[in-house]
């Protein structure tokens, strides 16, 4: 089984901070690992994801997760905030493999202040 | 290339009427395909899933119910809505071959059931 824990519902940062939204998984086999952006009234739209390959993803929107196998953690960052990265991300697990169900974290709220 | 789409966007129906939500998926097949809920400020619950025509798991009892009659048609139903149906409903399709893993979602409808 597996299981996201995403610290923080609510993050803010200043506009021009670096971002970190946190998440940590459990996974008795060896994980994929997603994170995902949704802006209001909207559908989840896929930041990045890592699939075994290189451990430093890159997505989009200049946000980038570390998978660090030793902490259980896949934390995203930003260097730079910017008012349109406010929205809610959800970090989720999945088996390796494909067509495997995800397990979505409870989700972190960024809130960008000027 | 593949698309999802997803109607109505809004909804407002009165307790005790009747549901009909619909997903459909271009350009694949034999998708996996997934119904989320979002409460307000509850995150993600999924609701129903389905790895092929007619079959469909069910996560938690509920007044709704699902069918798949079409490989990339979902639907989803209810018989009488009560008021603690309203909420920002979500489909997803997932890949089923070996490279394929994550979801891509819909733009989500925004149930009110007043």
């Known amino acids: 089984a597996q299981s996201v824990t995403q610290l923080g519902s609510h993050v803010s940062v200043s506009e021009g901070a670096l971002v970190l939204l946190r998440c940590n998984y459990s996974?008795?086999?060896?994980?994929?690992l997603f994170w995902y952006v949704q802006y209001p009234n909207q559908g989840l739209q896929l930041l990045l994801k890592?699939?075994?390959?290189?451990?430093l993803v890159k997505g989009i929107n200049g946000f980038e997760a570390e998978f660090k196998k030793s902490e259980t953690s896949f934390h995203l960052t930003k260097p730079s905030a910017h008012m349109s990265d406010a929205a809610e991300y959800f970090c989720a697990v999945s088996p390796t493999g494909g067509g495997n169900k995800l397990t979505f974290g409870t989700g972190t709220q960024l809130k960008v202040e000027l | 290339s593949q698309t999802i789409h997803q109607w109505p966007a809004t909804l407002v129906q009165p307790v005790g009427s009747p549901l009909s939500l619909e997903c459909t998926v271009e350009g694949t097949s034999n998708p996996n395909l997934y119904w989320y809920r979002q409460a307000a400020g509850r995150g993600l619950q999924l609701l129903f899933y389905s790895v092929g025509i007619g079959q469909i798991s069910s996560e938690v009892p509920q007044n709704l119910s699902a069918s798949r009659p079409q490989d990339r048609q979902f639907i989803l139903s209810s018989k009488k809505l009560l008021l603690s149906d309203s909420g920002f409903y979500l489909c997803a399709w997932q890949g089923r071959g070996v490279i394929n893993y994550g979801y891509t979602f819909g733009s989500g409808t925004r149930l009110t059931v007043v």
């Open positions: 890592y699939t075994s390959a290189a451990t």
């Open positions: 996974s008795s086999v060896p994980p994929y």
